[in-house]
């Protein structure tokens, strides 16, 4: 079945502990991206990535790295969590910049104490 | 700038039409999109139209463009009680192709 997953599904942490939150696609999609959502503002996007190696901030990239070593994973590291990460998280795929669906994962709800 | 802009809620009764609209500000949007969020779940694609479009049809969705007012509706006819969830309207820009701008969802609710 094609899907993006991620993990975990839920996660509460604390202030200045690293995580990292994996995204897997198994469609061989060269295009992946995450995205926080928060009421009242949508989904905004933090990095995408173009390919392998290839990565770029979105609209809100501060206090997150990323790294695409392999076309199906693009984890999302938080080195240092801070309260105001606390949202929900969801990754994306699609086949590339051409192609207009783009595949969701499920989302990852992050709560930084 | 890029902003796309919704209202919030959205409450119909079960059987009538629903008409979420939503606008945009850059006129260099090239396709506009409505996505469906199911409660716990990931945004689904629902259905997209390019700029030089002024409609679309697909069952019971319709998706009507103004390009001048950078108005955007869907339209579900028939609303079911499987049709509640979060719908957001997103544009890519000409710009910016690797960027897709959400607007911020509006919960539809039906009501028996």
């Known amino acids: 079945e094609a899907q993006v997953t991620q993990n975990p599904r839920y996660l509460i942490t604390v202030t200045g502990k690293k995580l990292t939150v994996t995204c897997s696609q198994n469609?061989?999609?060269?295009?992946m991206s995450w995205y926080r959502q928060d009421p009242g503002l949508g989904l905004r996007q933090i990095y995408y990535?173009?390919?392998?190696?290839?990565?770029d901030k979105g609209d809100v990239p501060e206090g997150y790295k990323v790294s695409r070593k392999e076309k199906r994973n693009f984890p999302l590291i938080l080195e240092s969590p801070s309260p105001n990460q606390t949202s929900l998280y969801f990754c994306?795929?699609?086949?590339?910049?051409?192609?207009?669906?783009?595949?969701f994962g499920p989302g990852t709800r992050l709560t930084v104490l | 700038g890029e902003d796309v802009e919704q209202s919030l809620f959205l409450s119909v009764r079960e059987g009538d039409s629903s008409v979420i609209n939503c606008t945009y500000t850059?006129?260099?949007?090239?396709?506009l999109y409505w996505y469906k969020q199911e409660p716990g779940a990931g945004l689904q694609l629902l259905t997209y139209?390019?700029?030089?479009?002024d409609m679309k049809q697909d069952q019971r969705l319709t998706v009507l463009l103004n390009k001048k007012d950078k108005h955007l509706s869907l339209r579900i006819a028939d609303t079911q009680t499987g049709d509640s969830a979060i719908y957001f309207c997103?544009?890519?820009?000409?710009?910016?192709?690797?960027?897709?701008?959400f607007g911020s969802g509006t919960r539809l609710s039906i009501r028996p």
């Open positions: 994306a795929s699609r086949r590339g910049l051409g192609d207009n669906e783009q595949f």
């Open positions: 469609m061989n999609h060269e295009y």
């Open positions: 990535s173009m390919n392998v190696e290839v990565t």
């Open positions: 850059d006129s260099s949007s090239t396709y």
């Open positions: 139209i390019f700029s030089n479009m």
């Open positions: 997103a544009e890519t820009l000409y710009s910016s192709a690797s960027k897709i701008i």
